[in-house]
């Protein structure tokens, strides 16, 4: 069993910047890959970002590549994503999960098997 906890979202201006943290539960959080999501009001979720459990495979939404950055440190157990020139369509609820497959990281939701609670985006224009 995983459990995983969002944290550092919050309110920011368009342009401004954040850092989202996922902490993992368990000692096999290396092996896994990682995998941000979001929610908007009454859209379906979607992919963000997501790296393998070696950080060396990496994959961005369209949408958020070259503003986004995804992280991990498998020794803290924690992955990260800095959210940088922030519009106010990013303004969702932001999700991590865990993949525990080998083939990872995957873009489709339905692959990864934990999910964190979320944490509030909200981009004011």
């Known amino acids: 069993q995983v459990q995983l906890v969002e944290s550092g979202g919050g309110l920011v201006q368009a342009g401004g910047s954040l850092r989202l943290s996922c902490a993992a539960s368990g000692r096999t959080f290396s092996r896994y890959s990682m995998g941000w999501f979001r929610q908007a009001p009454g859209k379906e979720r979607e992919f963000v970002a997501a790296i393998r459990w070696s950080g060396d495979s990496i994959y961005y939404a369209d949408s958020v590549k070259g503003r986004f950055t995804i992280s991990r440190d498998n020794a803290k157990n924690t992955v990260y994503l800095q959210m940088n020139s922030l519009k106010p369509e990013d303004t969702a609820v932001y999700y991590c999960?865990?993949?525990?497959?080998?083939?990872?990281?995957?873009?489709?939701?339905?692959?990864?098997?934990?999910w964190g609670q979320g944490t509030q985006v909200t981009v004011s224009s």
């Open positions: 999960a865990a993949d525990t497959g080998i083939w990872g990281p995957s873009t489709r939701d339905r692959n990864y098997d934990y």
